[in-house]
């Protein structure tokens, strides 16, 4: 099936996606919304929390896939919300090619100490990231 078909066809069936998340994400959600470059996915995770899927960084060791789970005590479910938004963006800083990308970007890069940036802020960085990515 070529891609273009079998995207349209994901699209159609959003609950059979869901299901393939597994079973402690609820509802991914793309992000930014309508940026069908973008690999990066926001989920509420069952139980409390949020997580966010990046994918663009491995460890030259090991097949895991970069993505971060966030639930502090004290936030609300929008603010854990920007803060992997904000998460997502700071990634961009580190290069897919670093041997331990993945490590660097899930366990050196401190949520609470990135600068505060809007949600309306996060998205036009994260669309001007991927605008610029090349096609493949
Ligand atoms: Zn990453």
């Known amino acids: 099936m070529p891609k ?8 159609a069936k959003p609950k059979a996606k869901a299901a393939a ?10 992000w930014p919304p309508e940026c069908p470059r ?3 996915f926001l989920a509420r995770v ?3 929390g949020w997580s966010a899927t990046c ?3 491995t460890d030259s060791d090991s097949a895991l896939q970069c993505k971060k789970q966030f639930r502090p005590r004290g936030f609300s479910d929008e603010a854990m919300r920007v803060a992997l938004m904000n998460w997502l963006v700071e990634g961009t800083r580190i290069g897919s090619d670093w041997p331990l990308a993945r490590t660097e970007h899930v366990l050196s890069v401190d949520i ?12 036009t960085a994260a669309r001007a990231f991927w605008a ?3 096609d493949g």
């Open 112 to 123: 609470r100490s990135l600068p505060e940036r809007t949600e309306a802020e996060l998205e």
């Open 38 to 40: 973008s690999k990066w």
């Open 4 to 11: 273009a078909k079998a995207k349209a066809k994901a699209k």
């Open 21 to 30: 998340a597994g079973p402690r994400e609820e509802r991914k959600e793309p």
């Open 132 to 134: 610029a990515v090349p």
């Open 46 to 48: 069952k139980g409390g």
């Open 55 to 57: 994918k663009m960084h």
